[in-house]
């Protein structure tokens, strides 16, 4: 599969991107004109395109970072701990660490909602180092984060080479993009059609995937030989878009510097619906014994001595359990899924007594799809969801609320 954009000295326009690559569910890594404006390229990198760890460590030095060691391995994942980030590059600069990655550092956000740092700490440099591409622009989940929660999906990689990120698919198949600042990155990618292949035998998609491609065991993972996938090298400036549902594995070349979104809309909105469904069957196999001492205990012989009527809403309380069991194992549950859903959805329609403010600027009308095209893909999903023997729409709190509002803005 050929993935770079055919122009390298212009970026699509949101309309080709859309049609090629959005609805195509396809990968493409476009040249640097699509970032050219940023502050990074000239801040974070030298004129011999090293990077300036010194900058970096004046500017940013104080913001604690989370940092993988890709020497261990801790189930599906690294061993991780908090540092600063100033200690981490000091590691690096004395020839040491070269096996930390800095992964998931939320920069912007920290940025944009923190004007200074704490007494006795440098002060952080607040100018903004990036912006969103424009066809990167129409992102529910980071709309929704910025607004009603501390969290978001924006983050800055920083690694020595040879550190990596395992294969694994992002959070809810939903789409990401990243872009070398800085450094070389090599790609594994696997489209939705060879995930079958990548499991252990016999075992269970969410924990039993491959651990590192370049190295597999063939007898624990007989089908993976099979697998065909795309490699690729990124090069400096360059922007890759990884499509939902593609799992992949990250290799840093050189040492390298990236910036990251993971992001969804409506185009991929029913592959989330989905696999938050999966992920809800998922957790009621594995609490299956939960559930079974639930339902006992609501039985006729479980009854006090003052009512002859069983137990109520042992139902009610299982149901809270798999949607705080699913939130914690993937960061949402129903309730989010549809709150974002919801925003999303009233912002697009310019309902602002619906939508909270937001650190995510409002995306116009022509960086997203047509109106009639996002509500369609909404009721869908709707229209699925009341449908599900669990009922969730009516057990869990201020769901139907929810609910109830988005039918309004779409019928």
């Known amino acids: 599969m050929y993935l770079r954009y055919p122009r390298t000295d212009a970026a699509p326009s949101y309309t080709e991107f859309l049609n090629e690559y959005l609805l195509a569910n396809k990968p493409v890594i476009i040249g640097p004109s699509l970032i050219s404006s940023w502050a990074a390229l000239s801040r974070w990198v030298n004129e011999d395109l090293s990077i300036d760890w010194e900058y970096l460590k004046t500017a940013y030095g104080s913001c604690e970072v989370t940092v993988a060691d890709c020497s261990t391995r801790d189930f599906s994942d690294q061993k991780r701990e908090k540092m600063l980030f100033r200690d981490v590059v000091s590691l690096w600069q004395s020839g040491n660490g070269q096996s930390s990655y800095v992964k998931d550092w939320h920069l912007a956000r920290t940025l944009a909602t923190t004007s200074s740092s704490p007494p006795g700490e440098d002060a952080l440099n607040p100018d903004p180092f990036y912006t969103t591409p424009d066809i990167f622009r129409d992102d529910w989940m980071n709309a929704y984060y910025s607004a009603y929660t501390e969290d978001d999906f924006r983050f800055v990689y920083v690694g020595a080479a040879g550190t990596f990120t395992p294969l694994h698919r992002d959070v809810y198949t939903s789409y990401s993009w990243s872009t070398n600042v800085c450094g070389h990155k090599r790609w594994w990618l696997f489209p939705p059609d060879q995930t079958h292949l990548l499991f252990r ?211």
């Not at 597999?216 to 890759?240: C, H, M, R």
């Open 201 to 411: 035998k016999g075992g269970e998609e969410h924990l039993e995937t491959a651990y590192d491609v370049r190295n597999v065991d063939s007898n624990q993972y007989p089908l993976f030989n099979l697998a065909k996938p795309t490699v690729v090298e990124q090069g400096p400036g360059e922007t890759i878009f990884v499509p939902s549902g593609w799992y992949h594995q990250v290799e840093n070349l050189t040492a390298c510097i990236s910036i990251n979104h993971n992001w969804c809309n409506s185009v991929n909105l029913p592959s989330l619906y989905d696999s938050m469904c999966a992920k809800v069957t998922e957790v009621e196999h594995a609490l299956e014994d939960v559930k079974q001492l639930l339902s006992q205990s609501a039985s006729p012989a479980a009854t006090d001595a003052t009512s002859s009527e069983p137990h109520k809403g042992w139902e009610d309380e299982w149901i809270a359990i798999v949607q705080d069991v699913v939130e914690k194992d993937a960061g949402w549950n129903w309730l989010t899924f549809w709150c974002m859903v919801r925003h999303a959805l009233a912002l697009a329609m310019d309902r602002f007594d619906l939508a909270s403010e937001t650190l995510w600027p409002h995306t116009p009308r022509e960086l997203m799809p047509s109106l009639h095209f996002i509500t369609e893909r909404i009721r869908a999903c709707c229209d699925d969801f009341v449908k599900r023997p669990q009922h969730e729409i009516a057990l869990v709190p201020t769901l139907n609320t929810v609910l109830a509002d988005i039918h309004q803005l779409i019928d």
